[in-house]
């Protein structure tokens, strides 16, 4: 049975109007206005095989680039990365080759990367409306409270 598909909140819809202009300024010489948080992402579709850039919020955590997928629901992109696949990034104003993995909940990956970027950045864990401590962790309740709505992305750089 398939679960009818609720209509995505407003600012969603919202976001996903600027993604053009966004898209346009992160490719320009003067992609460092929003380069401090955001990157682009360079997807080829599972089914349509076709490739999309999609601006995304970003942690650079030294091993890896993590991106936290808000209302995953509505988000088809990161469903590419179920599997370890291969994508191109734009990260401050330069192409970088990655593999990304899109680990599930009940993987440790899950609940580290989570808490890497909450640990990084402390108001993200606020905005996924999780009131994170810092010397507690990540608790099992916070990280199915995040699980129930948001994914978490990890890519790794390829060696070149």
């Known amino acids: 049975m398939t679960r009818p598909r ?8 919202l976001l996903d109007r600027l993604n053009p202009l966004v898209v346009a300024v992160l490719r320009s010489p003067v992609h460092w206005l929003l380069g401090a948080g955001l990157m682009l992402v360079s997807v080829t579709g599972r089914r349509s095989g076709r490739t999309y850039t999609i601006p995304v919020g970003y942690h650079d955590v030294g ?38 993995w899109a ?18 950045v ?17 608790t099992d309740a916070q990280r199915a409270a995040f699980a129930a709505f948001a994914r978490v992305v990890v890519f790794r750089r390829v060696a070149t």
Do not use: K, M
Request: glycine share 8%.
């Open 122 to 138: 402390g108001f993200v864990a606020r905005i996924f409306g999780i009131e994170f401590d810092p010397a507690v962790g990540l």
């Open 6 to 13: 609720r209509e995505p909140p407003a600012w969603v819809r």
């Open 103 to 120: 680990p599930p909940p009940d993987d440790p990956e899950f609940g580290r990367r989570v808490e890497q970027a909450f640990r990084r």
């Open 63 to 100: 091993d890896a680039v993590i991106v936290l997928v808000s209302d995953a629901a509505h988000r088809q992109w990161w469903r590419n990365y179920r599997t370890p696949a291969g994508a191109s990034l734009r990260l401050r104003g330069r192409p970088v080759a990655v593999d990304g």
